[in-house]
Nanobody, 115 residues
Framework: QVQLVESGGGLVQAGGSLRLSCAASGIIFSAGAMSWYRQAPGKQRELVAAIRSDGGTNYADSVKGRFIISRDNAKNTVYLQMDSLKAEDTAVYYC?????????WGRGTQVTVSS
């Protein structure tokens, strides 16, 4: 059974930092692409950052230069380091695991940035 558990969210002032973690189980972690998405109230879920099984990454334009995604295959964990946070980064952040024929989601962690 696939399980993704996010942690590390919270309340932070604008300009601050947070590090999100997503621990995975029940999957061949190293084989999949891992991504972070976010969904703000009244908005659609959007891709924030992704890291492929080969370590290649891509980011939404809105977070380039501020966020870094990384993965530790030995710990079955993906991270999102978020620096220089802005009020518009406020959202529920979800991690996603993807391989062909399987896409799984965590339950999300709330990030609130006060201005």
């Amino acid at each position: 059974q696939v399980q993704l558990v996010e942690s590390g969210g919270g309340l932070v002032q604008a300009g601050g930092s947070l590090r999100l973690s997503c621990a995975a189980s029940g999957i061949i972690f190293s084989a999949g692409a891992m991504s972070w998405y976010r969904q703000a109230p009244g908005k659609q879920r959007e891709l924030v950052a992704a890291i492929r099984s080969d370590g290649g990454t891509n980011y939404a334009d809105s977070v380039k230069g501020r966020f870094i995604i990384s993965r530790d295959n030995a710990k079955n964990t993906v991270y999102l380091q978020m620096d220089s946070l802005k009020a518009e980064d406020t959202a529920v952040y979800y991690c996603n695991y993807w391989v062909v024929h399987l896409s799984s989601w965590g339950r999300g962690t709330q990030v609130t940035v006060s201005s």
